[in-house]
C-alpha cells in the first residue's frame, strides 16, 4: 500500500470519526437539556449560573493565552508556570472553600 493511499484511508476514518462524533454532540445536547428542564425543572438562567464555574477557566485561558501571544515561548512558558504555581497555591492555602477554588483555578 502506497503512503498516498494509507493517508486517504486515514483521512476517511477521521471524517467519519468526526462525524459520528457531531451526531452524539447533538443527540447528547438536546437530550441532557430536556432531562435537566423535564426531572430537575431547570430554567435557562439556573443553567447558566450552573455551567458558569465550569466554562469561566476555559474563557480566562483563552484571554491569558492572547495577552501572552506577542512574548517569546520561553517567556510564555515561564509566565505559565508562574500562574500554575500561584494558583496551586492559592488552592493549597484554603482548601474547602467554593469562591477560593473558583478564583485559582
Do not use: C, W
Amino acid at each position: 500500500m502506497s503512503e498516498h493511499t494509507d493517508n486517504r484511508k486515514r483521512l476517511k476514518m477521521l471524517l467519519v470519526a468526526v462525524a459520528f462524533f457531531g451526531m452524539v454532540g447533538g443527540l447528547y445536547e438536546t437530550t441532557f437539556n430536556n432531562y435537566l428542564a423535564d426531572i430537575f425543572k431547570i430554567g435557562t438562567e439556573q443553567r447558566g449560573a450552573i455551567e458558569f464555574p465550569r466554562e469561566m477557566p476555559g474563557f480566562l485561558v483563552t484571554l491569558v493565552v492572547g495577552s501572552l501571544a506577542a512574548l517569546a515561548l520561553n517567556r510564555v512558558g515561564f509566565v505559565a508556570m508562574a500562574l500554575a504555581a500561584v494558583g496551586l497555591t492559592g488552592l493549597a492555602l484554603a482548601p474547602g472553600h467554593y469562591g477560593v477554588m473558583l478564583v485559582f483555578m
